[in-house]
């Protein structure tokens, strides 16, 4: 094998590990769907709109980083992940205010912060496949 053929191979090796991570991931991220399509109460309706917020903004960072749109990656996509990134701090927070104040239960407050956290690894493994180099 030459060396730059091995190079590449090194390349799309490390972008099928980042891929795999984000396929390991996906259950977490599901975990919370019964929570998210549950009739919420007055107490947590907002935090749960601020929760399926975050993971349909997610939703879109991801999409634009689909492997096969890698060569159109938008340019400002790493500046608009930053953002997401603290909107995922600020829900968190939330989430983990709600559970203090009982407004949701523990098992709740739970599966969100533990799937909007896969959520994050989700995003986060992404965004590494696209700055590999092809």
Known sequence: MTEDS??????VLRRLGYYATVTESLPGVAAAGP???APATPLNAALMAEVIALRESA????????LAALPDTPPDITARAAV???????????????????????????????????????????????????
């Open 84 to 134: 997401w990134d603290q909107s995922y701090q600020q829900c968190k927070a939330a989430v983990l205010q709600a559970g203090a104040l009982a407004t949701v239960t523990p098992d709740v407050m739970d599966v969100l912060l533990r799937s909007n956290s896969a959520l994050r690894r989700c995003l986060q493994q992404a965004m590494k496949a696209a700055q590999v180099v092809a």
């Open 6 to 11: 091995a190079a590449s191979l090194v390349r």
């Open 59 to 66: 939703g879109t960072l991801l999409a634009e980083l689909d």
């Open 35 to 37: 929570e998210l399509h």
